[in-house]
């Protein structure tokens, strides 16, 4: 079982920014393509953005584009999501996730494991 641990979310106002970090479990952590997803109260799971396994493509959902950057560190089994320019809609719990497919997947039935959420609140 892989273990996804989400770290530095926190309160910030808008146009600040904050940097997200994901630590995984093992050695195969480079064997999975990783994603950001967030979750709003009352919305359903979103995708933000994802990058591939060895870290040389990257797809972002287009509220976020040009505002967030995905990026992985295998050495250290981390994923990170630099959040720039942040809004108020960009409130929710932030989840990262694995998916072991071929495929680059944007949709929450594409990624096999999740890590526990951090709260990102942006105040306007």
């Known amino acids: 079982q892989v273990q996804l641990v989400e770290s530095g979310g926190g309160l910030v106002q808008a146009g600040g920014s904050l940097r997200l970090s994901c630590a995984a479990s093992?050695?195969?952590?480079?064997?999975?393509?990783m994603g950001w997803f967030r979750q709003a109260p009352g919305r359903e799971r979103e995708f933000v953005c994802a990058?591939?396994?060895?870290?040389?493509?990257?797809v972002y959902a287009d509220s976020v584009k040009g505002r967030f950057t995905i990026s992985r560190d295998n050495a250290k089994n981390t994923v990170y999501l630099q959040m720039n320019s942040l809004k108020p809609e960009d409130t929710a719990i932030y989840y990262c996730a694995a998916d072991s497919s071929y495929n680059l997947g944007r949709r929450v039935l594409d990624y096999d494991y999740w890590g526990q959420g951090t709260q990102v609140t942006v105040s306007s």
């Open positions: 093992g050695r195969t952590f480079s064997r999975y393509h």
């Open positions: 990058v591939t396994k060895s870290g040389t493509m990257t």
